[in-house]
């Protein structure tokens, strides 16, 4: 398998006043094509400084970072833009959908960012729902869905650019312990397909969905392993 993600010796410091916080402390990491990992970490441990790099939503301030190849570390913001939009698919914990938008629209819209025809676009979204089990839902709005049909509205718009990864922050956050089962089913099925798949969490119980748990503390990487008893949704509990 091809690297995806690439990094080595990262840095990430902030200012605050006169202050200088280390959020990254020299962190190298590879995350392989077709991976699944869990980041995890306490608050203040680097792990949401490394999302955001990942991400494309903040730049280092020193190290190198290769995503699917290309030099993020000195790209500037046109391209960092462009590689949200191309290569990375984003699930929040809050879904982050348009309340006034059905769910078809709001699977639609990165396609609307990168001009693609408006014809293509409802075919690629109506694909991406009925991927996640919601072809009775195309036109329904979040108000009209549950929690769990909302994140799932949030994973197909995610997944309708076929990006090169998935980035999911605390996806499970809003749920019910049902419901957030069924929606790491769906992120396991994506993986099985080949989808990589990068998951920051704080929970223990869904970062064993994974196959392996990059955890962090004080800006570095502290342990890197491969989940032994790695925990698995049945695909018809996902379908439900």
Same mark, same amino acid.
């Given at each position: ?7 080595? $010796? ?38 949401? $400084? ?191």
């Amino acid at each position: 398998m091809k690297p995806v993600i690439q990094i080595e $010796s990262l840095k990430k410091q902030y200012q605050i006043g006169d202050q200088e916080i280390q959020a990254l402390r020299g962190v190298s990491l590879t995350i392989e094509e077709g991976d699944f990992v869990a980041i995890m970490g306490p608050s203040g441990s680097g792990k949401s $400084s490394m999302m955001n790099v990942i991400g494309c939503l903040d730049k280092p301030t020193s190290g190198e970072f290769y995503l699917d190849g290309f030099p993020v570390s000195e790209a500037h913001d046109d391209e960092l833009a462009e590689i949200r939009n191309q290569k990375i698919g984003f699930v929040f914990q809050n879904f982050n959908l348009l309340p006034r938008t059905t769910a078809v629209e709001n699977v639609e819209l990165p396609l609307l960012y990168g001009g693609v025809s408006a014809k293509e676009r409802r075919q690629r979204a109506v694909q991406a729902l009925i991927s996640v089990g919601l072809a009775e839902r195309l036109n329904n709005k979040p108000n009209e869905l549950s929690g769990g049909q909302q994140q799932r509205v949030s994973i197909a718009r995610a997944l309708v650019n076929d990006p090169v990864i998935l980035l999911a922050d605390e996806p499970t956050g809003a749920l019910d312990t049902r419901t957030s089962e069924e929606i790491m089913g769906i992120f396991q099925q994506l993986n099985d397909a080949g989808k990589t798949v990068i998951l920051v969490t704080h929970e223990p119980d869904i970062a064993e969905y994974a196959k392996r748990i990059v955890r962090f503390r004080d800006g570095q990487i502290i342990a890197n392993e491969l989940v032994t008893e790695r925990r698995r949704v049945l695909s018809e509990e996902v379908s439900q």
